[in-house]
């Protein structure tokens, strides 16, 4: 899968960016997540994006941080949310 990125540019998707930035977004407002929390939010988001677009398809970093946030309050983890968008 590639994103294009805000700039344009494109880049393979790494599930790994995706998880360190919830992580970094989560620990911003004091809370820290498990390794498997993490992994389960953030395949959820590869999971949604791959059946919209496919294994080869390309997504844009904004559709990854819609689904995110989508992911994120359907697994009850909304308290991260302003602080993955940078609203804090």
């Given at each position: ?71 994120l309050?359907?697994?009850?983890f ?11």
């Amino acid at each position: 899968m590639k994103v294009v990125k805000k700039d344009h540019r494109e880049e393979s998707f790494q599930l790994e960016k995706l998880e360190r930035s919830i992580e970094n977004s989560a620990r911003d407002i004091k809370l820290e997540l498990n390794k498997s929390d993490l992994k389960l939010i953030s395949r959820s988001v590869l999971k949604k994006i791959t059946m919209i677009h496919g294994a080869d398809g390309k997504t844009s970093s904004y559709e990854i941080i819609g689904v995110t946030v989508n992911v994120l309050k359907e697994d009850k983890f909304d308290i991260i949310i302003p602080s993955y968008l940078n609203l804090i």
